[in-house]
């Protein structure tokens, strides 16, 4: 069989045999491609990646199945994927992050005032220095002393789970929801550090650091406590999991 050939073979092939036979190992290669992205869209609609205790569908496709970064973010874009990440993260081959994001006309104009603000302190005023001038004043200001990298919803003022205030299943379940103490909090963040969702099958821990929130290991509305002990650290993407799952709410197929 021709895929079988070895390096040396293709040189004793004639010149139209070469050209065809390129010509069907890229036929072959289109259909397998098509095979990969019709696998990705199915492991993204299940949510695949989350039960193998990865946070997102890139790191499953670079850890887990072995992408470099670019490859698994070409894959990700051509499956159209990413279509509906608003913004839209490219994560690039020199581990650079391309953002995309939409702004409303108030939003920009705002983000311009702040650049001219900053004028003394960044003259060059290019949004990435901008960028990370903020977030080192914001990292500074909310993290605890830890210095654990947190960008939850439970940090902000308004405890509300922005997770369950998408559903109207769990109205009953919130009802008996008391404010998670802000140093009890800290204390779990202190303790997990990280993601603590795990694979029951491989052990695997998530173990990210990006947008973590507290999670109640018995539900509040299962007469959960706030103790430590009840509590563990979970990122946003497993925390709905989980909720999913206690919610008994199934994805749609
Ligand atoms: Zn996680």
Not at 157 to 185: C, F, G, W, Y
């Amino acid at each position: 069989m021709r895929w079988k050939m070895h390096a040396s073979d293709f040189k004793k092939l004639s010149n139209t045999e070469l050209d065809q036979t390129l010509k069907q190992a890229v036929r072959k290669e289109r259909q397998l491609l098509s095979e990969i992205l019709l696998h990705m869209v199915e492991v993204d609609r299940r949510k695949l990646f989350l039960t193998l205790a990865y946070p997102n569908l890139f790191d499953y496709l670079t850890k887990h199945i072995g992408y470099s970064a670019g490859s698994a973010q070409r894959r990700i874009d051509a499956a159209r994927l990413s279509k509906e990440e608003s913004p839209k993260v490219t994560h690039q081959q020199n581990e650079s992050v391309r953002l995309e994001v939409t702004l409303t006309k108030a939003q920009w104009g705002k983000l311009n005032q702040m650049r001219e603000l900053l004028s003394s302190s960044l003259p060059s005023g290019s949004w990435d220095e901008v960028l990370e001038y903020v977030s080192d004043k914001v990292i500074t200001q909310k993290s605890p002393k830890t210095k654990i990298t947190v960008d939850a919803p439970n940090n902000h003022s308004n405890e509300k789970d922005s997770i369950q205030t998408q559903h109207t299943k769990e109205t009953d379940m919130r009802r008996a929801r008391k404010p998670l103490v802000r140093s009890v909090r800290h204390q779990i963040l202190k303790r997990d550090q990280c993601c603590q969702y795990q694979d029951q099958k491989t052990g695997k821990v998530c173990g990210t650091k990006w947008h973590l929130h507290a999670d109640h290991i018995q539900p509040v509305w299962a007469e959960g406590s706030n103790d430590a002990k009840n509590l563990r650290i979970l990122c946003a993407s497993h925390n709905l999991e989980i909720y999913r799952s206690q919610a008994g709410i199934s994805r749609r197929i």
